[in-house]
Every structure is written in C-alpha cells, then in structure tokens.
C-alpha cells in the first residue's frame, strides 16, 4: 500500500496604493517587488490609479521595494502576511535630488524615516508590526516608544514616558493631523498617560514619533510628539475578526461600502475582558473591576483627481468601583486584595473621543491641500463616601444613609479644531509647507471636599 501526503502552502494578498510623496498624485508603473528570504524575486506594477496587488504570497514576515524612476527606492519590511486577512501597505515616494544629464542616481529610503520631510532630526517612523514586536509593548505606541534612544518608561503600571528628561506631560498626541486629548483609559487629569491605551493597533498606520526638533506645525509640544494616521479600511473585500485577550475582547470590520467608487468602511470595538469574566461569574482575584470600552471608526470616500473625503473618529470609557460599605465583617479589612482606605467607598471614571473629517486634494504634479476640521471632549470624575460605621456581634452595622460624600473632582474639556495645510514642491531641493491650526476651547472644572 502507497500513501501519498500533499501540502498547501498557506498565502494571501498584499494590495496598496503608491503616490507622490509631495502632490498625493497616484504613481503609474511602479515597480513593486516582493523580496523573499531565499532570493526569489516576484512583483507587479501599479495601475493608472496608483493601485498595486501582489497574489499567492506566502504567510510570513514579508518585505516590499517599492522604486521608479526619478524617485528614491522605498523598502518597507517586517510585513507580516497572515491567512486570514488581506494585508494593505500604501507607499508615498520622494523625488530623487541627484541628476546627471539623463541618468537618475536612485537612493533607498529608509523604513525608519520620518513621514513629516520637516522633521530631518529627532524623529522616526514606526509600524504597527513595532507596537507589536518591541518586549512590553502591549500594542501601545507610548510603551512600545519607551525602547527608542532617550525616551524612558515611568513604571509598568502605566504608560507615561520620560523623553530626555522632560516631564511626561510635555507630550502632546495628534490624530490625523490635529491635537487630540489623552488617549488612554483611567487618564488623570493634567496627564499624557494611563495604564491602558485606547487606541488599537489594528487601524493605525504607520505614524510618526518626535522626540525634538519639532516642525512649525507642532507648536504645542514640549517634550514629544506622537502623530498618528489612521489607515482607510479594505476597499475590495470584506473582512471581519474576533479577538479574546487581556487587554480586551474585540470586534474588527472592513470592507468596500461601493466597490465602483472604491469607498470603503473600518470599525472597531473593545470591551474589558475582566470585566466580562465578572459578569459571567469568574473570580478575577479582585471585586474592583476595571470596566472600560473603546471603539474607532472610518468612511472614506475618493474624489476625481486623486482626492478623499475621511469621516472617523475614535474614544472610549473607563470606570473602577472600590466599594468597602458592602464589607460585612472587620475581618475583611485584612484582605490583601483591598487596595484603597477602609473607610469610604470611592468612584473613578473617564471618558475621551474625538471625531473628524479629512478632506485632501491634489491640486497639480507637485502640490496638494490638506483640511481637517474635528470636535473632541474629554471628562473626567471622582467622588468618594465617607462610610460611618459600628460593629455589632462581629458585623459591621451603617449607621449614615446615604453616605455623605467627603471628596469630589471632575474635569470636562471641549475642542473643536480644524487644521489647514498646503505643500508644494519648489524644486527638487526644496519644499514649501504652509499651513493654520486653530482651536476653540471649552472648559469645567469641579472640585469639593467635606469633612465628617
């Protein structure tokens, strides 16, 4: 007897699109090459529209070469190709500065460098594979940044970051090209971090990180700068993922909302797996549960010339409930597991979201205009009760209700925002980046202590 046992290699498809790093203009006939790890070479060009698909390539971390003539080569690695999601890498290349007479000297752009040309120091590009790759990182860009030269994490506990000796607070986060309030669960007021990020890998594309030297656009920030970019959600197929993990059990979807218009859809959600198993009855070790919940998404919707219209929008809240009245005995009061006063029951909750419209258009070979207008909220509240009690026969006995509540602080900050830009190439040395940023602040703040 003859048994014959046949393999299939798993593979996928990586589709994006290529444009003009300075106009946003869509690259006819790129060369797009797949480089694999045993020297094989496989590729494909771009279409009228900019658009490149490479098929049947293999599971793994793949990497791209992106190169054309009279441009720098673009090399973007540690792509990492799974089977169960198509993989979108976009790619924006820069004109070559050299020439002599008619043959162009071709440089390779590093995967490190900056998106943001205005930064030539202090700065760096990361992936979404990064927030992923770097030991801590969690898929938080703030602990993932802790790794870089001179930036240090506080502690574990949360994610602020110490850049060359500058206060955590100095760091200034922005969304699609406006500033945005702080995007972390249990964010304190005043502060940049917090133990759990709201934001999620999966829609991030690759952004930049400053730790100095910032361009003119980044006025507000002291110590660093983290500007994130959303990525536009599958154009040609829909897909839709589930994920149980520690950080949170979520929902991902997206797909093409018309397929003749290329427009498509992206949104995600996440909810506290902790507090899930609380709610199915699992003891997690702890009655304080932090709760929280966090979700994004993005229409896009392309316009003639090469243009886009993005709605998005992202937030989330958070909440954690210490409550020591519903002790019944003094015993309890040496559980380890309480990990606040004895005497008063205390609340803690916050909520952040931003939603906005992004509108960019190529307005010839060498320039484009950029707008974003966006409106943000962010709030914060604690409050805590004074419980006032005795003990009879081994129990403990309430003898105030309601209890009287002792201290209580909220915040609440609103912002509406917009962000103009226009960039032109002057020539091939030269760029020219004029743009607006202006924002319109709503504030209250509460604070109240009592003494019983």
Do not use: C
Not at 10 to 25: N, Y
Not at 412 to 428: G, I, P
């Amino acid at each position: 007897m003859t048994l014959g046992l046949f393999g299939q290699t798993a593979t996928q498809t990586i589709r994006g699109t290529v444009v003009d790093k300075e106009s946003k203009f869509p690259l006819i006939g790129v060369n797009v090459i797949l480089v694999e790890a045993e020297g094989e070479l496989k590729g494909t060009v771009t279409d009228p529209e900019g658009v490149y698909v490479l098929e049947n390539v293999p599971v793994g971390r793949r990497a791209l070469e992106f190169s054309y003539l009279g441009y720098e080569k673009v090399l973007q690695g540690n792509i990492v190709v799974t089977s169960g999601k198509e993989v979108i890498v976009d790619a924006e290349l820069e004109e070559s500065a050299v020439e002599f007479g008619t043959e162009v000297i071709v440089t390779a752009q590093s995967q490190g460098d900056a998106r943001n040309e205005m930064a030539p120091v202090s700065a760096r590009q990361f992936s979404v594979e990064e927030t992923d790759r770097y030991a801590g990182s969690r898929g938080d860009p703030g602990r993932m940044a802790s790794n870089f030269a001179g930036v240090q994490g506080a502690d574990d506990s949360r994610n602020d970051i110490v850049i060359r000796g500058n206060s955590p607070q100095g760091l200034l986060w922005r969304f699609e090209g406006v500033n945005i309030p702080n995007p972390n669960h249990f964010a304190i007021s005043g502060t940049a971090g917090g133990p759990l990020t709201i934001l999620n890998n999966k829609y991030l594309d690759n952004s930049d990180f400053f730790t100095g030297a910032f361009p003119a656009e980044f006025g507000n920030g002291i110590a660093g700068v983290f500007d994130l970019r959303m990525r536009n959600g599958n154009a040609k197929r829909h897909e839709v993922s589930a994920q149980l993990g520690f950080l949170g059990t979520e929902l991902f979807a997206e797909g093409p909302l018309t397929r003749e218009k290329k427009s498509s859809y992206l949104v995600s959600y996440r909810y506290s797996t902790l507090s899930l198993f609380s709610f199915l009855g699992i003891k997690v070790g702890t009655d304080a549960i932090p709760k929280y919940q966090d979700g994004a998404f993005r229409l896009n919707f392309p316009t003639k010339q090469g243009g886009s219209l993005a709605l998005w929008g992202i937030g989330g809240r958070s909440r954690i409930e210490v409550i020591k009245s519903d002790l019944e005995s003094p015993s309890e009061l040496d559980n380890p597991d309480l990990y606040s006063e004895s005497d008063r029951d205390q609340i803690f909750k916050s909520e952040m979201g931003v939603v906005g419209l992004t509108y960019t258009r190529p307005l010839n070979i060498s320039s484009f205009f950029k707008a974003t207008f966006s409106a943000s909220t962010q709030f914060i509240k604690a409050d805590h009760w004074k419980i006032i009690r005795h003990v009879e026969n081994d129990r403990f006995v309430i003898d105030s209700l309601p209890l009287p509540r002792i201290l209580s602080y909220g915040m609440r900050e609103s912002k509406y925002s917009a962000y103009l830009s226009y960039n032109t190439k002057l020539s091939k040395l030269t760029t020219l980046k004029a743009g607006l940023n202006t924002d319109y602040f709503a504030f209250t703040y509460v604070d109240s202590f009592r003494t019983v």
